[in-house]
């Protein structure tokens, strides 16, 4: 039995060996002298410069973005403006110098100004001329809400249903006592 | 010449001296990798690596350890890189017949084919153990490095590393009485 047991150990003992077994090639020998012998590879020349373009680049993009959200919100038309139309200089101008805190503010506010501005271009004479590719949208009219005119004794409402009364018998304490203990 | 004066030479920048450490351990060093990988093409290609990060490395060898001890923890750092960032690695190990062609003992064909399953039964056990005990034993039972200097390489204790030998061993034994290649009891 004991002997059994140390020839299994002995067989995986060798598999063992044998999976890790081999020389390596001549090559190896060859091919470490060979890049030893060989200038540093270029390509750790110019890992330094390819990080430095691609920061540059993301840098560049981020600026092009934010400056494409200044853009949006500079077209969106101000509140003060809406009300004094006759204002020459365009309410973007201020943008600009508003911090960065202000012009997100601006921009969820603008999201919702989208829908109206052509509104107050329909109630303004210097609604400045739609650009090539826009469409213009006729300006809504919503006629006053009149109460008196709706006429609420023609709703006809279902007659209710009777329910009659229900009879509850008054608890008694002593008597769900009772109960519990049959 | 001793591995410390081939070392101090190299350092100054005698790569004939660092060729004299290459060949004097370029096997220890393959077969850590191999241990770790097992496809010798990937191998050899971290052994290449691991020479050559011993290499630009010399300076920082502080004679802790032997130099054979510190490269083939080198190459044996630089397999389990490769090993991780290697997804088809499972499927390229050393083909299991070369674990079949094992010279064992036995006076008949039929005992050598006998003996050459059951070296399969044994690789496919070793194969299917957890990377922690397969590496302690195909290390430990290489025949290039001690005790000592596998524990250096896995960075456990040595006791730790007997034991992980002596678990792997159980439970490949395990495995096959579950087979029936060997008894059970």
Known sequence: METEDRDVDALVDRVAHT??????SDALRANVLRRIAAPAPRAAAWRPLV??????????ASVIWLGRDRVVVRDVPDRAAAVEPARDEPPAAVVP?????????????????VSRPRVRAGNQS???????????????????????????????VPAGVDIEPIDVRPLAIGRIAGDQLE | MTDDELVRLARAGDVGAFDQLVIRHQAAVFRAALAALRVREEAEEAAQDALLRA?????RFRGDSSFKTWLVTIAWNRAISRRRS??????????????????????????????????????????????????ALLLARSGEHGYEDVAVM?????????WRVSEARRQVKRRLAAEGIVDGD
Request: positive net charge; contains cysteine.
């Open chain 2, 86 to 135: 290697l997804s088809r690695w499972f499927a390229r190990r050393v083909p299991l017949s070369e674990a079949g062609a094992i010279a064992l003992d036995g006076p008949g064909p039929l005992d050598v084919l006998r003996d050459r399953e059951r070296a399969r039964c044994v690789a496919r056990a070793i194969d299917a153990l957890s990377p922690k005990l397969r590496d």
């Open chain 1, 97 to 113: 110098q508003a911090p960065a805190a202000t012009v997100a503010a601006r921009e969820t506010l603008s999201d919702r100004r």
């Open chain 1, 126 to 156: 210097a609604a400045p001329a739609p650009a090539a590719g826009e469409v213009e949208i006729a300006p809504l009219s919503i006629a006053p809400v009149n109460p008196g005119a709706i006429a609420l004794g023609a709703v006809a």
């Open chain 1, 51 to 60: 990080a430095a373009a691609a920061a540059i680049a993301i840098v560049a």
């Open chain 2, 154 to 162: 896995l960075r456990i204790p040595v006791g730790t590393l007997k």
């Open chain 1, 19 to 24: 999976m890790t077994g081999g020389a390596p």
């Open chain 2, 55 to 59: 290499w630009k490395s010399l300076g």
